[in-house]
């Protein structure tokens, strides 16, 4: 069997039928390689410091089990139903330190629905695109955006937990890209520029004096 005959025996006109197990398999395989080149890119796009291997594991991971529930689904509006209902009990609570990441994660999805469908076609060319894109923001000059490190020197352990609350309660918001805690530093990366980062540590700094030694803020390579 030549590779278009394969294709079109996993297509979405084999839906018709009860799907036998090779479908099924030849479905997962082709999903996994498509998760393998969406986790690879993401990496190469990735903006920030430190790169979290969790991330790619958990994008691979939502494109072979969104191929298998929407396998599971098929065209049955009472066993999604049932699926939902089954699976309405998971509670995710883990943030992500970057929205891009939350994009990419939706994108893992579609793909692994769409190659679950056996819409092998929709998932490639929207790969095509997309995956280009995500390396462009990071590449190209126009979309590129700048990476700042706020780090808080703070008195103790109990006052650097006290800081990590305060800033997340300010109205002014801005999406860290990474936290991390070292003994009594707390660093953030912040995707924004020095000048508009630096009041806003400033006024950390004033709000907490009791709890802020000093901070510093400066670019990140």
Not at 126 to 144: A, C, Q
Request: with cysteine; net charge neutral; glycine share 6%.
């Amino acid at each position: 069997m030549g590779l278009k005959e394969l294709l079109d025996s996993l297509s979405p006109i084999a839906m018709g039928n009860p799907i036998g197990i090779e479908v099924i398999f030849w479905r997962m395989i082709v999903a996994l390689g498509f998760a393998l080149i969406i986790g690879g890119v993401s990496y190469i796009a990735y903006s920030g410091h430190e790169f979290e291997r969790s991330n790619l594991h958990a994008q691979i991971l939502v494109t072979l089990v969104s191929a298998m529930v929407i396998n599971v689904i098929g065209d049955n509006f009472a066993r999604a139903i049932g699926l939902f209902g089954a699976m309405s009990f998971i509670r995710f609570r883990t943030t992500l330190r970057d929205t891009k990441d939350t994009a990419i994660f939706f994108f893992s999805v579609a793909v692994g629905m769409a190659t679950g469908l056996g819409f092998f076609e929709l998932a490639l060319i929207s790969m095509m695109i997309v995956l280009p894109l995500l390396i462009g923001l990071k590449y190209l000059p126009l979309f590129k955006t700048e990476l700042t490190q706020i780090e808080f020197n703070c008195k103790d352990y109990e006052s650097l937990k006290l800081v990590k609350d305060y800033i997340q309660k300010q109205k002014v918001k801005f999406t860290p890209t990474e936290i991390r805690e070292n003994k009594f530093r707390l660093v953030y990366h912040v995707s924004m520029p020095v000048d508009k980062a630096f009041p806003l540590a400033e006024k950390a700094k004033s709000d907490n004096p009791e709890l802020i030694v000093d901070f510093e803020v400066s670019r990140v390579e």
